[in-house]
Nanobody, 124 residues
Framework: QVQLVESGGGLVQPGDSLRLSCAAS????????MGWYRQAPGKQRELVAS??????????DYADSVRGRFTISRDNGKNTVYLQMNSLKPEDTAVYYC???????????????WGQGTQVTVSS
């Protein structure tokens, strides 16, 4: 069994910063990509940022709408991914979900796991 637990959401004003965390635990052999999606009311879930495990270097990718404002990072030893969000805008308001592409123990096919979601609200 694998769990992803998120933390760090909240209510902030435009221009503020927030840092989301997502820790994976359980029967984990390794984790390939980890990252974040978000879903705003009435909209489809969209990929915000992802980090692919590349040995000593984690390769990051971002949605155009957040590039330059958000930074994804990982602590592979802790199976944790972070999303530093700066210069937040009202349009960043959404539920943020983390995901992980997990190779489980006993070793088997990679499976996708999701966190429960954390609300981020940007409003004055």
């Amino acid at each position: 069994q694998v769990q992803l637990v998120e933390s760090g959401g909240g209510l902030v004003q435009p221009g503020d910063s927030l840092r989301l965390s997502c820790a994976a635990s359980g029967n984990i052999f390794s984790i390939n990509a980890m990252g974040w999606y978000r879903q705003a009311p009435g909209k489809q879930r969209e990929l915000v940022a992802s980090s692919s495990s590349g040995g000593s270097a984690n390769l990051a990718d971002y949605a155009d709408s957040v590039r330059g404002r958000f930074t994804i990072s990982r602590d592979n030893g802790k199976n944790t991914v972070y999303l530093q969000m700066n210069s937040l805008k009202p349009e960043d308001t959404a539920v943020y979900y983390c995901f992980g592409e997990v190779v489980p123990v006993p070793i088997g096919p990679e499976q996708n796991y999701w966190g429960q979601g954390t609300q981020v609200t940007v409003s004055s």
